[in-house]
């Protein structure tokens, strides 16, 4: 079933089912909506960009360019590994 797709056919199907018809019906919409989600949050799922932090943070009195450039590196490293561990942690709650 697509996004908006409940029309007169499903919705008199839906309506002659008896309990344990149902209840499968909805676990399959529940299923497919939860796998869709998973799939939709692990693609747009990116390292942000960390333009300007090195200039940013060369404002900070005492940090020059190679130590703004170690911290942007450390940050961004930081960044991939949590987003990796997130992944691991939703593949896991959905079963894969």
């Known amino acids: 079933m697509k996004r908006g797709d ?4 499903l919705y008199d199907r ?3 089912m008896d309990h344990r018809q149902m209840q ?7 299923d497919s909506g939860y796998a869709a989600g ?4 692990s ?14 943070l060369q404002e900070i ?6 130590k703004a450039r170690a911290i942007s590196e450390t940050v961004k490293e930081f960044l991939e ?3 990796a561990d997130t992944d691991e ?3 896991a709650l959905s079963g894969e």
């Open 6 to 9: 409940f029309n007169r056919k």
């Open 38 to 41: 998973v799939k939709d949050v």
């Open 14 to 16: 839906v309506r002659k």
């Open 43 to 56: 693609e747009k799922r990116q390292v942000p960009e960390l333009i300007g932090l090195e200039e940013k």
């Open 24 to 30: 499968e019906f909805f676990n399959q919409v529940f």
């Open 89 to 91: 942690n939703s593949s």
């Open 61 to 66: 009195r005492g940090i020059g360019g190679a």
């Open 81 to 83: 590994r949590k987003g």
